[in-house]
């Protein structure tokens, strides 16, 4: 069955850094386009970055220059390198392929000021 398992979250001070992953299983991950998402309390769902099949990234405005999107489609795994933390970056992480409609559990993403 297909299964994505995000790690990597944690507490972190503004303007650090912290590396996101997720593995992905029971598809054939390097067909598909991958994204990242996010959700803090009380806000809907939001993208954060999206990459393609072929290894094209897009991302939210929020978070252009600041975070970046890869995949090792070998290994099965998705990440999201982010930089330069903000507060406002404190979210449960998801790692999703959208077009099969299935979700990871998500990571906690904690920056403090």
């Known amino acids: 069955q297909v299964q994505l398992v995000e790690s990597g979250g944690g507490l972190v001070q503004a303007g650090g850094s912290l590396r996101l992953s997720c593995a992905a299983s029971?598809?054939?991950?390097?067909?598909?386009?991958m994204s990242w998402y996010r959700q803090a309390p009380g806000n809907e769902r939001e993208l954060v970055a999206i990459?393609?099949?072929?290894?094209?990234?897009h991302y939210a405005d929020s978070v252009k220059g600041r975070f970046t999107i890869s995949r090792d489609n070998a290994k099965k795994q998705l990440y999201l390198q982010m930089n330069s933390l903000k507060p406002e970056d404190t979210a449960v992480y998801y790692c999703?392929?959208?077009?099969?409609?299935?979700w990871g559990q998500g990571t906690q993403v904690t920056v403090s000021s």
């Open positions: 999703t392929a959208p077009t099969l409609g299935y």
């Open positions: 990459i393609s099949s072929g290894g094209a990234p």
């Open positions: 029971g598809f054939t991950f390097s067909i598909y386009t």
